[in-house]
């Protein structure tokens, strides 16, 4: 799970939000005059955006919404299923819903219906102790590399960016940490020579202060062959130029990953009316809470609005984008595709369901997985 540091910044934004004022002008056209949005723990990212955007839309809008925070990917999706909430504020579990897989591979769940509002670009990257000499994917061949116990989100991005480089899980010598922070304390210990996270984590500044010294490897952006091997793992990943965080700087950035931390996520059901004038809020009053931490400038319509994205985009956003010259054809093809295997996987679920009925847990998720693989590669 990604989880940042609040900033005085955020705090007040997050205040400003929880209050619940509306103080700007009248209701936007087809945006409702309440909301409920789940987002992750208060003190993450996604909680202290949310926060800087619910009060933006408070204060244009006279929207009033409550945030309700969750630690778990279950926690922030079970309400918007349910109908208790209106959006989530998620990340990397959003796909994993969406196809059916870890938290959402039980018989009670399967692939969700979900679509995306926008979502912001979050960077993702290796981190290596300098003194390993890891200039390049290829040389983490052999090389100690950090995973998290019980933290999926991580860990596939970690199994993409191998992948991007030809080498898989088998290939290197994966410790398992128990929770996020060891493992990124761990290169500073001299207990692994590499790991896989975003850029601001507070451990890095301190490896970059060690004397073992920090380099990000680099994740060249013209690979094609490396990301089309990394979107085989999970198609949600773009290249980016980092100059934001531990060891980077606009003089000194670091090719590496996208991702999208926070997405905006709706039920397929939710009116094309709404989610279009929620679009159209989060861009109209953009400037209101552009400021409020160090990344939420990337909620700029024209990067959160486009995929690459972890599902498919609402057709209520879609019309929005549209209308403002920024959806393309092939966008609208990515999102086609995007579409057509969601529910290509909807069908394959209904399928094993039906044919799992007598089999024990372990032996469903076995089939599932058999059906699901299927399914992808009728499609790759």
Not at 131 to 144: F, P, Q, T
Not at 329 to 355: F, P, T
């Amino acid at each position: 799970m990604e989880h940042h540091a609040m900033t005085p910044k955020t705090l007040t934004a997050g205040l400003l939000a929880a209050s619940l004022i509306g103080l700007g002008s009248a209701q936007a056209e087809g945006l409702p005059d309440t909301m409920t949005w789940t987002a992750y723990d208060v003190g993450s990212q996604g909680h202290s955006e949310a926060s800087a955007i619910a009060d933006a839309f408070g204060r244009a809008h006279n929207t009033r919404i409550r945030i309700q925070p969750a630690g778990s990917a279950i926690g922030r999706l079970q309400p918007l299923l349910s109908g208790r909430a209106d959006y989530a504020y998620l990340a990397t579990e959003s796909f994993f819903a969406s196809e059916g897989t870890y938290d959402f591979a039980e018989r009670r769940w399967g692939p969700q219906d979900l679509r995306a509002v926008a979502g912001r670009p979050s960077t993702f990257g290796v981190p290596t102790a300098a003194d390993a000499n890891i200039h390049s994917l290829e040389d983490l061949r052999g090389k100690r590399v950090a995973y998290v116990a019980g933290n999926p989100s991580v860990n596939v991005k970690c199994d993409a960016i191998l992948a991007f480089g030809g080498l898989t899980r088998d290939d290197v010598d994966a410790v398992m940490f128990p929770a996020h922070g060891a493992a990124m304390s761990s290169l500073v210990q001299n207990r692994a020579d590499a790991a896989c996270t975003t850029t601001t984590a507070s451990q890095l500044y301190e490896l970059e202060e060690s004397s073992r010294g920090l380099r990000w490897v680099d994740i060249p952006a013209d690979n094609e062959e490396g990301w089309e091997r990394m979107n085989r793992v999970a198609p949600v990943f773009q290249p980016f130029q980092e100059t934001i965080g531990a060891g980077l700087s606009a003089e000194n950035p670091a090719n590496m990953l996208a991702y999208r931390y926070p997405i905006i996520v709706s039920l397929a059901d939710r009116s094309d009316d709404e989610v279009y004038a929620f679009v159209k809020a989060l861009d109209e009053t953009y400037d209101l809470y552009k400021d409020a931490t160090s990344a939420i400038h990337r909620w700029a319509i024209e990067d959160a609005g486009v995929p690459p994205i972890d599902i498919p985009f609402h057709p209520g956003a879609v019309r929005y984008l549209e209308e403002k010259g920024i959806w393309d054809d092939e966008m609208q093809a990515w999102n086609e595709a995007r579409l057509a295997r969601l529910e290509a996987l909807k069908a394959a679920w209904e399928q094993a369901i039906v044919e799992g009925e007598s089999l024990d847990d372990a032996a469903f998720a076995e089939l599932w997985e058999e059906r699901r693989q299927a399914v992808l590669a009728e499609r790759s």
